[in-house]
């Protein structure tokens, strides 16, 4: 029975579904823009916290550390308290919309960002910096240069980040609600697909859920990888 | 006269609550080759590293007549290079590693171009141009990043160390070479070496740091045969350190050593002294002639206890009144011992050294 769910779950992922299609495409927006989101502001504060020396430097990153493993639908309720009807923000009416979702998975996929940003940067010799100053760079051209030394501890950072948010779905279900087509997403889809029984329906979804999430970190992986540099 | 590229005065250096470097006074001039020398630990890095404003510091620090402050610092360090003990490179191709300080200074690709080829065919490394600097040899990386310092024309070259991962051979060439260059062009040079060899061969002053401090300033061939005390002694190589007591009697001086004898001794600069180096290439009475040409010298006989061959003739290990003495003698004269012969030596009191 297993075997046969499994393959109709194959015909159904090959002959296409528009309500999987349309989960699929809500997944991509909502944990694409969490990511960046969580890159655009995570990445330069990990990279900084590397790079700057001051008092409780260690107890920032304590917390940072802490947040990496931060549960999900703990996220979830937090942002929840903040948007629903009674909360502070609860007069913008987001709750139960993608935005919120996004604001969830932000905030479970900054932590990881800025730890694995700190941890890319600090892996690189710290003399490296000394020796581009004593050559006459520039502190920011001295910087620059780190980060670029650090790129592929720095991608794996964003790698670890979409892989975090595409994969939750506590915060999600929590923030979202599942509602059809509005914030059902291929996880909660999936939740929801088990509890009604229809494992095919279930195989087919995570199926799309793991092509999704090997697309992104194989193009991630092929930025990481080593360039040839040659003279020109 | 050379004008003084480098001064400081009143120069400290703290770290973690601990001083590292105490410098009173101290100028470099242009052109000129310095070479520091110091046990592990003794802030001979650190001084480097201070000079090339990589150090916070308190004092003042002159280079090339400004006066080094915070807002000026990255200026300076552009009229200067350092290459570090331990080798760094950044990824990519060793033509880009080299290029690196020129792109700093936004210099035109091609331009850069030609002054990599132009470095690394001086410094025979051209060959390595097009691989990747992660694929490079340990010796290769240090010739990489002595290349990496010159290709900006410094005024002022720091090396800290940056022979050591090479062969004797490739050694001496860069030694040769980094010399050429800098009086080519006007360059002054520091060198941090742990081999004196080195110091001998590369500079002219050295400077010796104990602790932080200054405790020598001459040439590599003062400090050779007079160091300050015994831990320079010892480093730079004088293996025959005997415990003796200063004897005076009217206006005449002798040593005496551990083991009885008495040297008569008249270049007395101070009184509180307990210990004599005895240079290891004294005569050996071969012949005759050999002692007349040398009759004022100090005569003695002793017992070869072992002989062993060294770089340049052979290491011969004497008991003279139950004290050993290591000695060094050209090959031309092995037929003049053997072991458990009597022999007869002679000391040049002129070359013995009091600490």
């Known amino acids: 029975m297993e075997m046969q769910a499994f393959w109709e779950a194959l015909q159904f992922v090959v002959t296409g579904n528009d309500e999987v299609w349309a989960i699929a495409w809500l997944t991509i927006q909502v944990s694409g823009i969490a990511t960046l989101i969580s890159v655009a502001i995570g990445l330069p504060f990990g990279i900084w916290l590397a790079l700057t020396d001051f008092p409780g430097k260690k107890l920032i990153y304590s917390f940072i550390n802490y947040g990496m493993g931060f549960p999900p639908v703990v996220a979830g309720l937090m942002i929840s308290l903040l948007l629903w009807r009674y909360g502070p923000l609860g007069n913008l009416s987001l709750m139960y919309t993608p935005t919120a979702m996004i604001l969830a998975q932000t905030m479970i996929a900054m932590p990881i960002i800025i730890g694995f940003s700190f941890t890319a940067i600090m892996s690189v010799n710290p003399l490296l910096r000394y020796q581009f100053l004593s050559l006459g760079a520039k502190k920011w051209q001295a910087d620059w240069l780190l980060i670029k030394e650090a790129r592929l501890g720095l991608l794996a950072a964003v790698i670890a980040g979409f892989g975090r948010v595409s994969a939750e779905v506590g915060a999600s279900m929590m923030v979202g609600g599942n509602i059809k087509g509005q914030t059902r997403v291929l996880t909660t889809a999936t939740v929801m697909e088990v509890g009604k029984g229809n494992y095919e329906m279930a195989l087919a979804i995570s199926a799309v859920l793991l092509m999704i999430a090997y697309s992104v970190v194989l193009l991630l992986t092929y930025l990481q990888h080593e360039r040839k540099r040659e003279i020109r | ?355």
């Not at chain 2, 520091?190 to 050295?206: G, K, N, Q, S």
């Open chain 2, 1 to 355: 006269m050379k004008e003084a590229i480098l001064k400081m005065d009143h120069l400290q250096v703290q770290r973690e609550g601990r001083q590292v470097l105490q410098i009173d006074h101290f100028q470099l001039k242009r052109g000129e080759l310095l070479a520091i020398v110091g046990s592990n630990g003794a802030g001979k890095s650190t001084f480097l590293q201070t000079v090339n404003g990589l150090q916070k510091f308190s004092g003042k620090i002159s280079l090339f007549g400004e006066t080094m402050q915070d807002d000026n610092r990255t200026r300076l360090r552009r009229r200067m290079s350092m290459v570090f003990q331990e080798t760094i490179l950044q990824s990519g191709s060793v033509a880009e590693t080299i290029g690196i300080g020129l792109t700093f200074r936004e210099m035109k690709k091609i331009e850069i171009l030609e002054k990599v080829e132009k470095v690394s065919t001086v410094l025979r490394c051209n060959h390595l141009l097009k691989r990747q600097s992660n694929t490079l040899s340990g010796g290769e990386k240090q010739r990489i990043g002595i290349a990496r310092a010159l290709i900006t024309k410094p005024e002022l070259l720091l090396l800290d160390e940056p022979f050591a991962a090479l062969d004797l051979r490739i050694r001496r060439e860069m030694i040769t070479k980094i010399r050429a260059i800098a009086q080519k062009e006007a360059m002054s040079v520091i060198l941090v070496t742990h081999d004196f060899a080195e110091a001998l061969a590369f500079a002219d002053r050295a400077i010796v740091i104990e602790q932080g401090k200054i405790v020598q300033d001459a040439s590599p061939q003062y400090i050779m045969y007079h160091p300050v005390n015994e831990v320079l002694a010892r480093l730079v190589g004088i293996e025959n350190i005997l415990s003796c007591q200063l004897q005076i009697q009217e206006n005449t001086y002798a040593v005496q050593l551990q083991n009885g004898a008495v040297l008569p001794y008249k270049n007395l600069s101070k009184e509180a002294v307990s210990k004599c180096c005895i240079p290891a290439d004294i005569c050996i009475f071969a012949n005759e002639i050999e002692k007349q040409k040398h009759g004022d010298w100090f005569p003695f006989v002793a017992t070869c206890n072992e002989i062993r061959p060294s770089k340049n003739g052979y290491e011969l290990t004497i008991d003279w009144q139950k004290q050993q003495l290591k000695l060094y003698f050209s090959r031309q004269k092995k037929e003049c011992f053997a072991v458990n012969q009597e022999i007869e030596f002679a000391l040049n009191l002129a070359e013995l050294h009091l600490i």
